[in-house]
């Protein structure tokens, strides 16, 4: 399984970025797809993640100004990301788990990641 992702870059607060993370090597059917993110000095967090049904998962922090998306013909997880922060700066990684109905299960799912992507807030 390898996952490209793409889309980081620098952002004004109140701005806004749109990630892209596309998978391949296998099916993803019974598999979530998310976006993880890991500011300097902090633990990797979830920001958000779907199933392949379009059950969705946000972290608070992002509730409301971010959107995860997904094209199954694609094997493509999207981030939109709006009314962006400098405290939502950080590298973001794309992953791909097994969600089997579970949050829990996709979560604590070790998966296939993707490489980070920069994300900078600033004016």
């Known amino acids: 399984v390898q996952l490209q992702a793409s889309g980081g870059g620098l952002a004004q607060p109140g701005g806004s970025l749109r990630l892209s993370c596309a998978a391949s090597?296998?099916?993803?059917?019974?598999?979530?797809m998310g976006w993880y993110r890991q500011a300097p000095g902090k633990q990797r967090e979830l920001v958000a993640a779907i199933s392949s049904g379009g059950s969705t998962n946000y972290a608070d922090s992002v509730k409301g100004r971010f959107t995860i998306s997904r094209d199954n013909a694609k094997n493509t997880v999207y981030l939109q990301m709006n009314s962006m922060k400098a405290e939502d700066t950080a590298v973001y990684y794309c992953?791909?788990?097994?969600?089997?109905?579970?949050?829990?299960?996709?979560?604590?799912?070790?998966?296939?990641w993707g490489q980070g992507t920069l994300v900078t807030v600033s004016s």
């Open positions: 090597g296998s099916t993803f059917s019974s598999y979530a």
């Open positions: 992953k791909v788990a097994r969600y089997l109905g579970s949050w829990g299960h996709y979560t604590n799912s070790h998966g296939y």
